[in-house]
């Protein structure tokens, strides 16, 4: 297993193109590296572009427990595809279930605070403990996806993590023109109208010249289209999250 990049190394392959940040990526993490994805455009770009390297690339997905039936068969699609055994990360049960007993199963629609504990519980807290044990993931985060992704480096580290973002500099069309020469797969709810992906009470399709997260938690109006994995909430959002999930965390443990 690799240690972690120094600085000039980090500057070096962010000026690396995607198949070669990949390439270094695999070679030198192999079983401590993980692709995660919801199977997404980007993401099927990188599992395809990874799965060209190594057959063995690991890929996790995270099963909230709201994904939409097309997500499953996307699941199987790179298992036939690929002959990828797709890891599937699920929430703590006790957690789900305690959040849902408190607050009911579609807290998400009330309160930008609630949708960030649901967020939190089913996202980003079981991909912390995917990934606590590698040493390095990527992702499919692309700079123009959204005014919160433009700054998206390549090359990130985080809590003596690495977080690769071999896409960071593709356009929505390199992304199409990929998937179209080289037939990758591609997510049935593309086909329905939808721009971005994630849970299925979460999700809508676009309408046309709607920004192309637009469709995700459509009925907030002014928070971050994030759901915490990527990019925190911040300040009063962030306390707020705290204080609901310690009420959680008590009650999963009464
Ligand atoms: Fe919960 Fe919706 Fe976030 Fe999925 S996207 S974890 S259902 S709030």
Redesign the pocket.
């Known amino acids: 297993m690799s240690t972690l990049p120094q600085l000039r190394e980090i500057e070096r392959l962010e000026q690396s193109s995607a198949q070669e940040l990949l390439k270094w990526a695999v070679s030198d993490f192999g079983s401590s590296l993980a692709i995660a994805t919801a199977f997404q455009l980007e993401g099927m770009v990188i599992v395809d572009l990874a799965a060209r390297i190594s057959p063995h690339v690991r890929v996790l997905t995270l099963d909230?427990g709201?994904l939409p039936e097309e997500t499953y068969r996307m699941i199987e699609t790179v298992r036939d595809r690929y002959g990828i055994a797709v890891e599937a990360v699920a929430p703590d049960s006790g957690e789900v279930e305690a959040m849902v007993t408190r607050h009911g199963p579609n807290l998400?629609y009330r309160e930008v605070a609630l949708?960030n504990l649901?967020?939190q519980?089913?996202?980003v807290r079981p991909l912390e403990r995917a990934l606590s044990g590698l040493s390095a993931w990527v992702t499919g985060l692309r700079r123009d996806q959204n005014d919160s992704r433009v700054d998206v480096r390549k090359v990130e580290e985080i809590d003596g993590k690495l977080k690769l973002n071999p896409l960071a500099d593709w356009t929505s069309a390199q992304v199409s023109d990929y998937i179209r020469q080289n037939d990758v797969p591609v997510h049935p709810l593309y086909a329905a109208g939808y721009t971005s992906i994630?849970?299925a009470?979460?999700?809508r399709a676009v309408q046309p010249g709607e920004d192309a997260r637009a469709g995700r938690?459509w009925w907030e109006q002014d928070a971050a289209k994030e759901?915490g994995i990527h990019f925190s909430p911040e300040g009063k959002a962030e306390r707020k999250l705290d204080v609901l999930l310690s009420e959680i965390l008590e009650a999963k443990h009464a």
């Open positions: 909230t709201r998400f949708r649901c967020c519980i089913r996202k994630g849970c009470p979460c999700t938690w759901c």
